[in-house]
DNA sequence: TGTTTTAATATGTATATACATAATCGTCAT
DNA sequence: ATGACGATTATGTATATACATATTAAAACA
């Protein structure tokens, strides 16, 4: 995403978005180099025939955007890129199987309640062991396997679960909505499939796969670890590229 | 990076900071549900004794991070979570490399410079033939492969890379601060290894490699697609999450 | 000359105010 | 009932103003 916002058909937008991407876009085509100092508030605020306030908003928004940088007594100033962050949309692997205009199919291959083990307090990095609802699922793209995905719930977060048999409906729509996370990770790596992923994938034992793991936490409590293994030709994960962002 | 800024020691934030923190911090614990509605301005600027614009600022943050939903003559909703994006840091290689404690070095294996190939028209998105600069480096972590870099740059962009060896330097770094980037995209995938590759990275034919390619853009123009391949073992990426982004 | 004090300046935050805009509600006429 | 229409309401944007705060430049002083 952009921190410019499109313009509506009428190409009606709000001053200090136009001011927001006016400085935007010169930053962007290198005609303001990094370390430029950009007009200080109150030129900008004549150039515009405005109110300081005005500048002042779009000016924040860039600032807290990372694309420039505010000193007090001495002005605002063009950042050089620095770390680069690319946003990955993860989408419900439902929308991805019907966006490719396959049918979609849901199938829970196992499900275990148990007390967590140490491998899954590792995985969930729970402090202390408690009840522990342990998945197996397939996801099919008509009558391919898409991905498989082996999750871990909380069940001392998220008890609901434990009533829930997950026949019908996947444990990620089920969760999503019904438990506010707060913070995530993904770790997303190639491997090779082993025995128990090349026959859930009716791939060759061996041959490469995708694997993206999350975890979640809601409010500090770990929510879920789920790892996803999709065979190397049915996936590919984009990413749009976000400049700035400090 | 969570929306809600960090106080600094002595606890003083602004504010609409204040307001901010407080509301996320209701919606994150699920205190707020999604679907409900929060007080209105005018509510809450009684609440905190202050003026309408001082909420004003706290919650169109709030909206445009995709926490709440702002509708007029009905109040703020909040959200439920939508399109889940993750924040990947793409680091420089080196930086990755010297992170895990190993000493980095760059080797630049093959350059060539010809017009642009049908293929290579395809990767960078290039509507007509040009001249383009094609690159290959490999990239090591101790005395072990770490990373196979295939890039081509574009000359009609950025001529100036014609007059680079690229036997000290990486592509990566040079461009980086040098073209100003406004746009590019990821796309992260799984692979067997093919001769090549193997090769490059002293692995086995057929072993799982994690590909990361990057296109990038400046101002409309194609800059630069990149391929880097990693042995499976040799890297893990890794995302933080993001919460909300309308 | 070197140090301290003071003034100037740009940004940061907050206020009261004004009017625009979109959506909803109630009323009234058909 | 149903549709038109105006009143109401919450948000969206912008203004002028005020004072706080950090930082730098200039002035005063030892």
Redesign the interface.
Known sequence: ?SIVETADAEGTVSLHQRILSDISER????AW??GHRIPFEHELSTQYNCSRMTVNKALSQLAKAGLIERRRRSGSFVR??Q?????????DIRIEVEALGLPYRYERVARHKRRSSAEDRALLEQGVAGPVLALECGHFAGERPFAHEQRLINLTAVPEAADEEFVVIAPGPWL??R??????????????ADRHIAVALDIAA??????VERR?W??DHPVTHVRFT?A?ES?????????S?G
């Open positions: 995403m930053i962007m085509s290198g180099a990094p050089r890129p770390s680069q962050a690319a946003v990955l949309e993860i989408h999503i909505g438990v506010p996370w707060s913070e995530a990770e993904h770790r997303i790596r190639a491997v090779a061996g041959a490469p796969c995708l694997v979640t809601s409010a999709y190397a996936h590919t994960l984009v990413a749009r590229f976000r400049p962002q």
